[in-house]
């Protein structure tokens, strides 16, 4: 079982070190104090609150993932049953008030910064993403009624949700419709008291039903009778599971049933349902359908949701980084105790066996897996950085040029560590061997996990049309263009530097100014499909082209320090510019010759 930092054995979690790197030696975290929202906060409660959460996310999630993994939900047609240590685990989270670590102080929460936030349940995700989801969706629930619910809302349903006593959803999906969320057909029909009885069926909804807590509040997407057609045609309703009076009581069952849950390849701990409404399983009020309250206003449920999509999708890129991160940590641990075979050339061939990680490849291994993960959690944490300065920025300029950034980063911040993750993962596996594909060790486990997250919350290919189609060519650049002045940046200070730095800077300036090129070329081909047919590649080059960033501004918070740690982060950022970064020269060749063989490729031929 995984141990904390704070022990003699380090973790095999997270890295405790390298987060706090990333946040005090690179991000400068401290100097969020400066402004009037974070003045409350410093290094010392920074910290306090990262070794509360390892402590936690060690003792409480980490010592049950293999039996979550293994002992997955179960159905019997009436409820839901999860392994015991869940709840005990999302009390625990509770009580430690973690559910509101980034809420506003005058509605209960801590206002801490998105960016020291996200390094605190980087924690809770590396050791148990399926726990760990109970709680993200209902902190996701509880932040867009704050921001669209109306007062009364808010104090029903949001503050039981920080507390931990209600857990929430997020219901989109339908059978039919999958990710063309302008294809759902749950119906919303106004009631006579200002409801409305909701009717439909959902599916892939995690979370959506268990017997944790006083109840379940879904935050439904559905479409009324007058409803425009499309995307444009979609309201938001809270739907809860049980009925709330007004002083609070959790009073009759609202008429939300499953027709079952799904059995998934791996975060298996959260249960994954098809939940039905207004199905006439219950009937509250003894009226047909169940009792919905709209959010908002009429038929612009979807930009609501999308308030909470645009967090969920940066909550996925983190949590792809994090499910790697402790399945290469595990790997690391494994090559340095394993012992077998020898040195190449050693003089005894029957002489005492060497720990596997002096073997090149299986360092090659290692390093690939640091230069993927410790990039990645880079990349997350920029982001979430990026919102505190768009939350608190003091004009409008400021507040548009950090939206801007983060437009063309979070498909990316996404996308990349749910695909390069899941690369780590199988070279965690590798790095085991014989091992690695049983259920002894956990990195299978992780490797499973990994395989939701380009899926998760827009699959890769949507992630790519966002970037390309909406981010960079519908906004006429301006995005790419914030982009590649950021990288700009970085690149002058790191050839200030001399060295490798100065080295690795003049390569991804090329790369950057190619970048740019094919895509003045992908938006002067005047034909939309053509131009999003290899969406995927731009999406995949562009990462690359971020991740490299990402190394480059490490190295420069690097600077000349001295230590193993340092020497790591020097290795890490040379493999990447190395082995990686070249291969985004064949990805814009591709792009470049705007090649049309997916388009002209027939179904009939397959």
């Given at each position: ?394 004009d409008d300029a400021e507040r548009l040029a950090v939206g801007q950034l983060l437009d063309v980063l979070t498909p990316i911040a996404k996308s990349w560590p ?189």
């Open positions: 079982m995984p141990t904390a930092s704070t022990s003699s054995t380090p973790s095999t979690v997270l890295s405790s070190r390298d987060l706090e790197f990333l946040l005090f030696e690179w991000l400068d975290v401290e100097r969020l104090g400066e402004r009037p929202r974070f003045a409350e906060h410093d290094r010392s409660s920074y910290e306090a609150l990262l070794a509360l959460c390892e402590e936690i996310a060690t003792e409480h999630f980490a010592s049950h993932y293999r039996r979550s993994d293994t002992e997955e939900p179960t159905f019997d047609g009436e409820k839901v049953t999860l392994i015991p240590e869940i709840e005990s685990a999302l009390r625990t989270f509770a009580r430690a008030d973690l559910m509101a670590l980034t809420v506003d102080e005058e509605d209960g929460g801590l206002q801490v910064p998105h960016v020291v936030a996200a390094a605190c349940m980087a924690w809770f995700t590396a050791a148990n993403i399926g726990t760990a989801a109970y709680a993200f969706l209902t902190v996701a629930n509880a932040r867009l009624l704050l921001e669209h619910g109306s007062p009364e809302q808010v104090e029903r349903y949001v503050r039981p949700m920080l507390e931990g006593r209600f857990f929430g959803t997020m219901t989109l999906s339908e059978p039919q419709a999958g990710s063309s969320l302008g294809d759902v057909v749950t119906r919303a029909v106004p009631a006579d008291d200002g409801t409305y009885r909701i009717f439909g069926s959902k599916m892939w909804i995690s979370g959506g039903d268990h017997e944790m807590g006083d109840t379940i509040v879904h935050l439904v997407l559905a479409k009324l009778p007058d409803a425009p057609a499309g995307t444009r045609g979609i309201s938001l309703f809270v739907v809860p599971k049980h009925l709330v009076a007004d002083d609070g009581t959790v009073g009759e069952r609202n008429d939300v049933a499953l027709a079952g849950i799904n059995h998934k390849l791996g975060n298996r701990g959260t249960v994954n349902t098809a939940p039905v409404f207004g199905g006439g399983a219950f009937t509250p009020g003894g009226a047909p359908g169940a009792v919905g309250y709209l959010v908002g206003e009429p038929h612009k449920g979807l930009s609501y949701m999308f308030h909470m999509m645009n967090a969920a999708r940066l909550g996925v890129g983190m949590s792809a980084t994090t499910t790697a991160y402790t399945a290469y940590l595990k790997s690391l641990a494994y090559a340095r105790s394993r012992p077998q075979g020898r040195h190449l050339g050693a003089a005894d061939p029957a002489g005492p066996q060497v720990p596997i990680i002096e073997h090149a490849d299986v360092r090659r291994m290692l390093l690939a897996q640091k230069s993927y993960v410790e990039g990645a959690l880079a990349l997350n944490l920029y982001c979430s950085r990026l919102l505190d300065e768009q939350a608190t920025a003091t749910s695909q390069w993750g899941q690369e780590s993962c199988s070279l965690a596996i590798q790095v085991l061997g014989g091992s690695g594909y049983t259920r002894d060790f956990d990195v299978e486990a992780h490797w499973r996990d990994q395989r939701l997250n380009p899926i998760h919350e827009g699959t890769h290919g949507i992630q790519a049309l966002d970037l390309l189609g909406r981010k960079v060519l519908g906004g006429g650049g301006a995005s790419l263009l914030a982009l590649a002045g950021r990288i700009g940046d970085t690149a002058a200070r790191a050839a200030d530097l001399g060295g490798e730095p100065a080295e690795h800077a003049a390569a991804l300036q090329a790369v950057v100014g190619r970048l740019g090129e094919v895509t003045l070329a992908l938006g002067g081909l005047g034909d939309p499909a053509r131009t999003l047919a290899n969406a995927t590649v731009y999406l995949e080059a562009a990462g690359h082209v971020v991740v490299a960033w990402m190394w480059l501004e490490q190295l420069v918070a690097v600077g000349d320090r001295e230590g193993d740690f340092y020497d790591g982060k020097r290795a890490a950022a040379r493999y990447f510019f190395r082995w990686e970064l070249p291969k985004v020269g064949a990805m814009l060749d591709l792009l470049a010759a705007g090649d049309t063989t997916t388009l002209d490729m027939q179904p009939g031929w397959f």
